[in-house]
């Protein structure tokens, strides 16, 4: 039992963090959603959205988002053209939770941990707003690609960004600090 403690250790400590956080979230979204009168996001997805519209606008891209009375997203268009749906998935939060699960299981100091974790989940954020900026042009220019863009190209983005931050966890700042 002794050899696996580090295993088990990790594992409470991933699954224990991570089932909080999405206990936390999916509590927060029970507050913030609207779904009975009329479909109203929660303020982060709004967020999102909004912000990936600054951002095209900011790069000269014509663009705006609406609420969906219809179902929980936004409208996102570009040049007038409806081209994607930004829904609470979008909004990053399921990513950085995991992100942040992880560097909780394999943590070092709390001061070092907490700074990566702030840092770390800003940069998933800010990437995840470019990520959708971008996704809506390339359907925007290449619509009969749109499948491809959002099931393949654009998660993977996200997610090896996300892989990326784990790695240079474990290899740069948890190896100097285990030190």
């Not at 990520?131 to 983005?157: D, G, K, T």
């Amino acid at each position: 039992m002794k050899k696996y403690k580090k295993i088990i250790l990790f594992l409470l400590k991933f699954l224990g963090s991570y089932a909080l956080m999405v206990f936390l979230y999916v509590s927060y979204l029970n507050l913030t959603q609207e779904h009975e009168n009329q479909y109203i996001c929660d303020p982060v997805t709004q967020i999102v959205a909004e912000q990936t519209v600054d951002l095209l606008n900011f790069v000269n891209i014509k663009s705006f988002t609406d609420q969906n009375t219809d179902e929980l997203s936004f409208r996102l268009f570009v040049k007038d053209k409806y081209v994607a749906r930004v829904v609470e998935g979008c909004n990053s939060i399921g990513v950085i939770i995991l992100f942040i699960a992880f560097i909780i299981a394999f943590s070092a100091g709390f001061k070092v941990t907490l700074l990566y974790i702030l840092v770390g989940s800003f940069i998933i954020y800010i990437i995840n707003v470019i990520r959708i900026a971008f996704i809506a042009v390339a359907i925007y220019q290449f619509s009969e690609y749109s499948e491809f863009l959002h099931q393949i190209l654009f998660p993977l983005i996200i997610y090896g960004t996300t892989f990326l931050l784990w790695v240079i966890w474990i290899n740069y700042f948890l190896s100097k600090y285990k030190k």
